[in-house]
């Protein structure tokens, strides 16, 4: 690079320690731009100064990312749209499930947004610095808000709303994320507008948690109940609650008291569907304007070469687990485990239920759309005749049966499908249930929901801009006391893999973390309490004439700059 040293130097001043570490990455050409953009609005460094130092770097800034793009087309329309159920009652505290965080942020928003580049960008904070060991995180809450019922957001809103959703007691889904990390002691206001969160260890990717991405966090008013939040939708953003049905729809109307800028639809209306047939036909019908996603077994219609629709397609972290439990013969062992998967033929998976709309996984959360991926660890292929054996050296050499438990959504049941057929190759026989999503679900708890109790489950999960999430709850030994392994599925529990994935989550070094993700990725296979067989890009679609709606990959359905033409 040719670097303006003067300028550079300028531009470090008052930047905290770990920001001037990611630029001195950068300018030592470690970091892509794509790569120090986003490492860089992730410790706080603002857009105007990331533009500036890719400039004093001696390259335009031009690829400075933006929120959504232009729309065309006029405002003032209603927008309909089409999403899966919610499979329970939208509140705050509990939902978990793909259609229950998108009615969350149809009227909540976030202390800060993850685009559809993976980079953060200020929401209800507009600033955030960690300190030089990140384990103190320090946030400007934005001025100038209210909620719709007219209270003004101040950092009491904030604190309420992390001490509930840290509470170990509160039963909040957000302590996937927040579990061992963030306690309620943790929460702590400093002013009127400034909250610090104290972390009982370092995180160099906290502000993710804060994100969009963690769907549970929309901010609520000082001592609301959340269990009373169905009822009106409180929140700050940019629509507000007309009417909501459960299992049916809902609509919103734009709120014209909106702190930024005004929503361009007068109204939106939403139309919940349990499968994805019907919702489809809504599009190619006219009854819809959007679909909120769908899958490519079934849609094919809308991806054919000249189809009126607008197809928004994301690379992404979201995929299924197929998770087998650790705690129950003959899963106990390893090598079992390791057989199964060993039967899956994942480029032809990829191909069958994609199209190639995905990517091979590798029996670990992570996915080549991480910066931090570790691509030198070598790829898992279908080895029929090496499972056989490893089922024979366990003392199955006969098979065995088990019972797989699922859900009905978008392309889960054909793969759960291919999983029996591909069992069946080694003597292995799996009895399949395909269940709702609100019967799989339950209450998301260990004891109350299947998806967590059968013995072999197979779950969706959405989209990250970061890993932490897919190496905590689900892979982080179960502790009711620290909050972890909140969603452990396979009862997993490795003392080891819980200290690497807490090195890597306390880590922001991008070098670091990428040494650290080889030797998870290594554990994990040796292990293979879980099958990640593929990451799938995220599929949504609307009709030729709506334009502006910005889904996110883990599910949400943006349409605050939706028009129609």
């Not at 320090?138 to 001025?143: G, L, S």
């Not at 927040?178 to 943790?186: D, K």
């Not at 939708?233 to 049916?248: D, I, L, N, Q, R």
């Amino acid at each position: 690079m040719d670097i303006d040293h003067g300028r550079l130097s300028r531009l470090r001043d008052g930047q905290g320690e770990i920001a001037n570490h990611v630029i001195d990455e950068y300018a030592a050409g470690r970091l892509s731009r794509r790569d120090f953009l986003r490492r860089g609005a992730l410790v706080g460094i603002s857009l105007p100064v990331l533009g500036a130092v890719i400039s004093a770097c001696g390259s335009s800034s031009s690829s400075t990312p933006s929120t959504s793009g232009s729309s065309a087309g006029a405002a003032g329309a209603t927008i309909k749209a089409g999403i899966v159920v919610p499979t329970a009652t939208i509140n705050p505290l509990t939902v978990a499930d793909q259609g229950g965080l998108d009615m969350l942020a149809q009227t909540g928003e976030y202390l800060t947004f993850s685009n559809q580049h993976l980079t953060l960008q200020p929401a209800l904070a507009t600033s955030w610095t960690p300190n030089s060991t990140a384990d103190v995180w320090t946030f400007k809450i934005r001025q100038g808000v209210k909620f719709h019922n007219g209270h003004p957001l101040t950092a009491d809103d904030v604190v309420y709303t992390y001490k509930l959703q840290t509470n170990p007691k509160s039963s909040s889904s957000a302590l996937s994320a927040f579990g061992g990390g963030l306690t309620p002691e943790g929460v702590v206001k400093v002013d009127d507008f400034t909250v610090a969160f104290h972390l009982t260890s370092p995180n160099g990717n906290f502000p993710y948690l804060t994100s969009s991405d963690n769907y549970n966090m929309i901010i609520i008013p000082n001592n609301y109940s959340p269990a009373q939040w169905q009822g009106s939708f409180v929140g700050t953003g940019p629509f507000v609650m007309k009417s909501y049905t459960p299992k049916v729809g809902a609509s919103f109307t734009r709120n014209a008291q909106y702190w930024g800028t005004k929503a361009l639809p007068a109204a939106t209306e939403f139309t919940f569907y349990d499968t994805q047939t019907p919702l489809i036909l809504a599009l190619t019908g006219g009854t819809i304007d959007v679909v909120g996603q769908f899958a490519v077994a079934g849609g094919e219609q809308l991806l054919a070469p000249g189809a009126p629709y607008n197809i928004i397609n994301l690379k992404s972290s979201a995929h299924r687990q197929l998770s087998m439990r650790n705690d129950q013969a003959p899963f106990t062992d390893p090598r079992v485990r390791q057989a199964i998967a060993l039967t899956l033929d994942r480029p032809a998976i990829v191909q069958a239920l994609f199209k190639g709309n995905a990517v091979v996984g590798n029996d670990s959360p992570f996915a080549p759309v991480f910066p931090s991926t570790n691509t030198s660890v070598a790829q898992r292929v279908q080895n029929i005749a090496k499972a056989k054996s490893l089922l024979a050296a366990a003392g199955h050499s006969s098979g065995f049966t088990t019972h797989l438990v699922t859900e009905q959504f978008v392309e889960i049941p054909q793969y759960a499908q291919i999983i029996v057929q591909a069992a069946k190759q080694i003597g292995v026989t799996i009895k399949l249930t395909v269940e709702s999503s609100a019967a799989y679900y339950g209450k998301s708890t260990f004891g109350n929901s299947d998806w967590l109790d059968a013995t072999m489950s197979l779950v969706d999960f959405g989209h990250r801009s970061v890993p932490n999430v897919f190496l905590t709850a689900p892979l982080q030994t179960i502790s009711a006391t620290k909050g972890t392994g909140a969603w452990n599925a396979a009862h997993f529990s490795n003392p080891q893999y819980d200290k690497l994935s807490n090195q890597y989550i306390a880590t922001s070094d991008l070098t670091t973390q990428r040494t650290l993700a080889a030797q998870i990725e290594t554990l994990l296979l040796n292990e293979t309490p879980i099958v990640f067989g593929y990451f799938y890009n995220y599929l949504s679609a609307t009709a030729k004439n709506v334009h502006g709606a910005y889904p996110t990959a883990i599910g949400h359905i943006f349409l605050n700059k939706a028009t129609k033409s």
